[in-house]
């Protein structure tokens, strides 16, 4: 075992250092090959400076060419999308929903329209009072009180008011409720 472990090791030593031997040879031919190849290229660039320039003239008018067909696709996309969006919108405004909007895939969300179905749901409010319905209207049917219970579901479903409000405005509701059957 301590044979075949010595052989390794030498065998590894002996490798490295041919190794080395033959980096040593490259660089001395390497160096003074990449000094000549830089001198060419540095004569070449001067004798064909106007082939280069022409050249990358080409090259940038290509690549603005393709820059401004892109820019067309995409917008014409985003015009698509932006009439298809806005006929959608007016279709749910005229049918009296809301229309909702995301920006930056849900970071800023905007809510318009649909206050019409709303308005038997909550009465209007002043700036300090909140939104609770005015009880003192009684209600002489059940069904009315399962209608406005429905609505005050999709109210906080789609987040109009928050679920403290919405217990205690059904609370108060069912309140109300009771206390107009007796």
Not at 19 to 46: C, D, E, K, M, T
Not at 139 to 151: A, M, S, Y
């Amino acid at each position: 075992m301590k044979k075949k472990n010595g052989y390794i090791k030498r065998q590894v030593y002996m490798m490295s250092s041919i190794g080395l031997f033959y980096l040593i040879i490259i660089g001395f031919f390497a160096v003074p090959l990449l000094g000549a190849s830089v001198v060419v290229l540095i004569r070449g660039v001067a004798d064909y400076r106007n082939v280069i320039l022409a050249a990358g003239a080409l090259i940038l008018i290509i690549i603005l060419f393709a820059l401004v067909q892109f820019s067309r696709k995409k917008f014409r996309k985003i015009r698509q999308d932006g009439f298809a969006a806005n006929h959608e919108f007016k279709e749910k405004m005229n049918r009296g929903e809301p229309v909702q909007i995301s920006i930056f895939k849900g970071l800023l969300t905007l809510t318009y329209g649909g206050q019409q179905q709303y308005a038997n749901a909550l009465p209007c409010h002043q700036e300090n009072t909140a939104l609770l319905p005015d009880m003192t209207e009684k209600q002489n049917q059940p069904l009315d009180l399962i209608v406005r219970l429905k609505e005050l579901s999709e109210l906080r479903n789609q987040g109009v008011i928050t679920e403290d409000e919405f217990q205690t405005i059904k609370t108060r509701l069912i309140k109300g409720s009771d206390d107009s059957q007796e």
